[in-house]
């Protein structure tokens, strides 16, 4: 797409697509059983690593040029096919949470994580996290402490089972 801003994504990713979205769909279902969904490049590096954007029959996940230099690629390809995958259930929750699920769940199927290993958050993050609606969690200066408590609420919301781990891959050494 020149002219556009938007390139197609190279093979790298669609690899890590192949390898991780049956993961994804096996803890989470999918509510893309049909449409089509695309990953793309911007140009130029933007200041979110990727977005994901939905529309009924479709969804396009676009990348920064940067994070295709990131060594945790694979989370973040895991994190958007969550958002690609999710119902309108987890769409409605509040944007921390909905995050949290995302982060949780790319954890779980890069195989970082077997279990939540963060502490506890404090009430305040917690807070935050079950009432900030999208534009107020955007517009926090820092999001790391409402994100960890959305991952920690995701935890408790998904907690690993044998299921869980059967689709997923042996935590790394």
């Given at each position: 797409m020149p002219g556009s801003g938007v390139v197609v994504a190279p093979p790298q990713v669609y690899d890590l697509v192949r390898e991780l979205n049956p993961r994804v769909t096996s803890i989470l279902g999918s509510r893309?059983?049909?449409?089509?969904?695309?990953?793309?490049?911007?140009?130029?590096?933007?200041?979110?690593?990727?977005?994901?954007?939905?529309?009924?029959?479709?969804?396009?996940?676009?990348?920064?040029?940067s994070a295709l230099r990131k060594l945790d690629l694979d989370r973040l390809v895991a994190?958007?096919?969550?958002?690609?995958?999710?119902?309108?259930?987890?769409?409605?929750?509040?944007?921390?949470?909905?995050?949290g699920i995302a982060n949780w769940i790319a954890e779980l199927v890069?195989?970082?994580?077997?279990?939540?290993?963060?502490?506890?958050?404090?009430?305040?993050?917690?807070?935050?996290?079950?009432?900030?609606?999208?534009?107020?969690?955007?517009?926090l200066p820092s999001h790391a402490a409402v994100d960890q408590a959305g991952v920690w609420l995701a935890s408790r919301l998904l907690p690993v089972s044998d299921a869980i781990l059967a689709a997923c891959p042996p935590a790394p050494e």
């Open positions: 893309r059983a049909t449409g089509t969904y695309s990953f793309h490049i911007w140009e130029r590096d933007h200041p979110q690593p990727a977005g994901t954007f939905l529309r009924r029959d479709s969804a396009q996940v676009m990348f920064s040029p994190h958007e096919l969550v958002h690609v995958h999710a119902d309108e259930r987890v769409h409605g929750l509040p944007a921390a949470v909905e995050e890069t195989g970082r994580a077997r279990a939540y290993a963060g502490p506890e958050p404090d009430p305040e993050a917690l807070r935050l996290a079950l009432t900030l609606s999208n534009d107020e969690y955007l517009a």
